[in-house]
């Protein structure tokens, strides 16, 4: 492939951005619809991991805010599976 053919930087950003904006806007869509919520969560997942996205619970504040409310949760409303 020629370079002419091949996207820039610029372009391939802007590109990932709008994934993460659509991925975050279909989460607030899938609030309280369990089957919806366990399909975003799946492509959400898929994305970080694609990308190399990972954060330390312990020095990241809005990952120990996301910890403290799942732990209020007493039942998650779907079937959650072991990667191993």
């Given at each position: 492939?020629?370079?002419?053919n091949?996207?820039?930087?610029d372009?391939?950003?802007?590109?990932?951005?709008?994934?993460?904006?659509?991925?975050?806007?279909?989460?607030?869509?899938?609030?309280?619809?369990?089957?919806?919520?366990?399909?975003?969560?799946?492509?959400?997942?898929?994305f970080?991991?694609?990308?190399?996205?990972?954060?330390?619970?312990?020095?990241?504040?809005?990952?120990?805010?996301?910890?403290?409310?799942?732990?209020?949760?007493?039942?998650?409303?779907?079937?959650?599976?072991?990667?191993?």
């Open positions: 492939m020629s370079k002419s091949k996207a820039n930087e372009i391939l950003n802007s590109l990932h951005l709008m994934t993460a904006e659509v991925i975050a806007k279909m989460f607030k869509e899938a609030q309280g619809e369990p089957e919806l919520m366990l399909k975003v969560i799946r492509e959400a997942r898929g970080l991991k694609d990308n190399n996205v990972s954060a330390d619970i312990t020095s990241n504040r809005p990952m120990q805010q996301i910890e403290q409310e799942v732990i209020k949760i007493e039942e998650l409303p779907f079937e959650v599976e072991d990667e191993d």
